[in-house]
């Protein structure tokens, strides 16, 4: 075989191009340290490597999770003690005014401080993290709690005969008093709210001097008119009877007395699961059917009526419920992604289907018609208040509160604050509760109530008995406060015992992250010993080459002419 001179200069620049080229590679690793630097060098191992990677990205957001959980919950556990310590604060305070050894004075001096206290609370009750209320549940850019007017009567049976409402504002107690107008009834008789004899006057400097008030008849209800105090009190029920009391003797505690007292409402949502949910339709004819959802589901979940089944086929036309076998869709995304070809026969009861969607069931039945469209929808709204971060692929924690769980207060339901019209209705008695109250009661029985745990009605009523001079009422609120303190330590231990959560899985998650990393390395990562070896061999092949090919180069027939 002719050897050519192009064949040879073509074989030396192939074998210098293949030995710089590895010599390269070889310089690449020492550069970088790592065996693999692309695919090519180990499609195997770059594949094991990538799927490690993908880990650590896990483990890195858990991490970050984490850091926000501690956070919040850091937050919330400093800020409960605090809260904790303005109770002994209050709880000193009352057990001062307690005693007999006081004046109506002295009891006055305290309330200024309880007051001051009572607003601290409040504020501490809409704690903030990063700019989002901590006790509201998901609503997290308003505030957990607002201060409102409540109502206080050491009369039972007039707090279960009537309900109440009240307007305007007060910065200091309405003690409120009912007498008979004609001096006849003794005290502790009884009297309608509609007998025009009843007479009604208020103080608002702790009974040391009242002004006359009226009563106004009107839809069944009692207007209370307090014009010098800034509130205005309906009791709901004109019917009810009060017990009288001289009209120039307030120490008769036999009569019907009420007190116009501070407390805070609960603003954020009251579901710690998905179990509530509020459904809303869409579509013609949709407002003749009555919907409701059962069961456990997400934050957006959408259905979609697509007709009925008929010999096996859709029909997209209008489907009689409790008849025919609806069609339907759904989505857990807030409809960008559907579930369809659902579909629900008749389950024997007549003008109502339940159509299985995921966690539970969307039952519809007849409220006047008992008719589908096609196309019309129904949207599930989860009352849900906890906020969940993931620290690992099968655990999460909770980093929010529900405010009224920790510091009770005053709530109403939110299917109670529209009515049929969707107008904003009154916050009433009737519509909303005192938190924690064991009979489901919205009034608390003043001097007469066992204690309760609601801190917000604890420190109003604190407030009020001394505002008044009560000494058995502020007994009364001292062991209310003892209650709450003990229930704000639990809520503290709960926090608490989540961040020990936090703290053991951030322990684990590091473990796991040095593992990644160690079998990353183990993979990818050049041994220097090799390397070293490798790469001073690949040097002396590639001097060798280039050595050899000049000498070869020099070598000519004309040298032997």
């Known amino acids: 075989m002719r050897i050519t001179q192009q ?22 690793e020492s550069s970088t340290m790592k065996r693999i630097n692309k695919p090519s060098d180990d499609p195997t191992g770059m594949v094991r490597v990538l799927n490690h990677r993908d880990t650590l990205t896990a483990i890195g957001q858990y991490q970050e999770n984490i850091d926000t959980a501690q956070g919040w919950l850091n937050a919330s556990d400093e800020n409960l003690i605090q809260v904790s310590n303005i109770i002994t604060q209050a709880k000193t305070l009352a057990e001062q005014a307690a005693t007999g050894t006081l004046t109506s004075d002295n009891r006055e001096q305290i309330s200024y401080q309880v007051r001051s206290l009572f607003e601290q609370l409040v504020g501490l009750a809409n704690l903030e993290y990063d700019g989002k209320s901590v006790y509201a549940g998901q609503k997290t850019d308003s505030p ?25 504002d007060s910065d200091t107690t309405i003690l409120v008093q009912f007498y008979d107008t004609t001096g006849t009834q003794g005290a502790g008789a009884l009297m309608n709210l509609s007998d025009a004899n009843l007479g009604v006057r208020y103080s608002m400097d702790g009974g040391e001097t009242f002004h006359q008030g009226s009563l106004t008849l009107a839809g069944g209800q009692a207007v209370v008119n307090l014009p010098e105090s800034g509130a205005r009190l309906t009791l709901t029920n004109a019917a009810a009877q009060v017990k009288l009391t ?29 179990s509530d949910v509020d459904v809303t339709s869409l579509g013609q004819g949709t407002d003749q059917l009555l919907s409701w959802a059962t069961g456990n589901f997400g934050p957006n979940v959408s259905v979609r009526v697509d007709g009925y089944l008929s010999n096996g086929s859709l029909v997209r036309n209008a489907a009689t419920i409790g008849s025919q076998t609806i069609v ?75 405010g009224m769980d ?24 009737q519509n909303a509760a005192v938190v924690f109250a064991e009979d489901g009661s919205s009034m608390i029985s003043g001097s007469n109530a066992s204690p309760t745990k609601n801190l917000f009605e604890a420190m109003g009523n604190l407030i009020a008995f001394l505002e008044t001079n009560n000494q058995s009422g502020i007994q009364n609120a001292l062991a209310s406060l003892t209650q709450a303190q003990e229930h ?22 590091d473990g796991l992250e040095y593992n990644e990393n160690e079998r990353i390395s183990s993979i990818e990562d050049a041994d220097m010993a090799d390397l070293l070896t490798a790469l001073s061999q690949q040097e002396i092949i590639y001097k060798a080459v280039l050595q050899s090919s000049s000498t070869i180069m020099q070598m000519s027939l004309l040298n032997y002419l």
Request: charged share 15%; glycine share 10%; net charge negative.
């Open 144 to 168: 957990a709690f607002q201060e409102i007017l409540w109502m206080t009567t050491n009369d039972a049976d007039f707090a279960g005969d009537t309900g109440f409402y009240i307007d305007g």
């Open 328 to 402: 339907y869709s759904y989505s857990t995304d807030g409809g960008v992604n559907w579930i369809t070809g659902n579909v629900q026969a008749p389950n024997g009861v007549a003008s109502n289907v339940s159509l299985s969607i995921g966690g539970g069931l969307l039952n519809i039945a007849s409220n006047g018609g008992n008719v589908i469209q096609p196309g019309s929808q129904f949207f599930l709204h989860a009352r849900s208040s906890s906020i969940e971060v993931a620290i690992s692929s099968t655990e999460k924690v909770r980093i929010n509160e529900v």
């Open 406 to 429: 920790i510091f009770g207060g005053v709530y109403q339901d939110p299917e109670s604050v529209a009515d049929a019209d969707g107008n904003r209705v009154h916050l009433t008695s």
């Open 246 to 274: 001289p009209r120039d003797d307030i120490s008769v505690a036999d009569g019907t007395w009420l007190w116009l007292r501070p407390t805070a409402q609960y603003m954020g949502d009251d579901s710690s699961d998905n």
């Open 7 to 28: 064949m040879l200069y073509d074989s030396y620049i192939s074998n210098m191009n293949s030995s710089l080229s590895k010599l390269m590679e070889l310089n690449n």
């Open 488 to 509: 704000i330590l639990n809520a503290a231990a709960s926090v608490g015992g989540r961040e020990n959560r936090l703290e053991v899985a951030s322990t684990i998650l």
